[in-house]
């Protein structure tokens, strides 16, 4: 079945720094959709990616999907406070979900 | 308010038990997937229905069984509950199938004592 791996599980970030978390298939997707679950909270949609080679931005956030369709990273610059949360990757048709990347800031 | 409704939001029931969750998905939106999120974990898909009928299975167990009903709303049923079937269950509603945005409700936290 899809498998789905994040990484880093877990990730520290001194306040302005950049930071990427990975999401990497086994199989060929037909698209990934990425979420962001603040503490205490439920997750909520980003973004979603579908063609080969697609990048989108949200402001400091920038999202890509790989030429192969098998992985995609999210990358965030001058990392703030506000981007504390676990970030999960959604996959197929079902939606599953990679383990996600837990952002913790250093202020 | 991502208009995904989920009761209760506080379960506390003893082992043995079997608890109903309600979830009530965005108006028009045929697709209800379920997930479980224990402690720092993250979120297992247990099953998706689509109209209706069910579309997905994950690792949900046999204690654990789920449907939808016509007017579209969702109910996951937990038998015989153990204490580490304690988590944080998710409903989420989208109008597709995985291509379409999905929206989450606020969950319901059961604690098995």
């Known amino acids: 079945g899809q498998q789905v791996m994040q990484i880093p599980q877990y990730q520290h970030v001194q306040e302005g720094e950049d930071f990427t978390t990975y999401c990497n298939s086994s199989t060929t997707l037909s698209n990934i959709q990425w979420y962001k679950q603040r503490p205490g909270g439920h997750p909520v949609f980003l973004i979603q990616l579908v063609k080969s080679g697609e990048v989108k931005k949200q402001k400091r956030l920038t999202f890509q999907f790989g030429e192969a369709k098998k992985n995609s990273s999210l990358h965030i610059t001058a990392t703030q406070t506000t981007d504390v949360g676990t970030y999960f990757c959604g996959v197929d048709y079902k939606l599953s979900f990679g383990a996600g990347t837990t952002v913790t800031v250093r202020a | 308010d991502s208009g995904v409704t989920q009761t209760p939001k506080h379960l506390i029931t003893a082992t043995g038990q079997r608890v109903t969750l309600r979830c009530s998905p965005r108006?028009?939106?045929?697709?209800v997937y379920w997930y479980q999120q224990s402690l720092d974990q993250g979120l297992q898909f247990l099953i998706q229905y689509y109209n209706g009928e069910e579309r997905a299975k994950g690792n949900i167990l046999e204690r654990f069984s789920a449907q939808q009903f016509p007017d579209l709303h969702s109910e996951l049923n937990l038998s015989s509950l153990e204490l580490g079937d304690s988590a944080l269950y998710f409903c989420?509603?989208?109008?597709?199938?995985?291509?379409?945005?999905?929206?989450f409700g606020q969950g319901t936290r059961l604690t098995v004592v």
């Open positions: 989420a509603s989208s109008g597709g199938t995985g291509r379409s945005e999905a929206f």
């Open positions: 108006s028009g939106d045929l697709s």
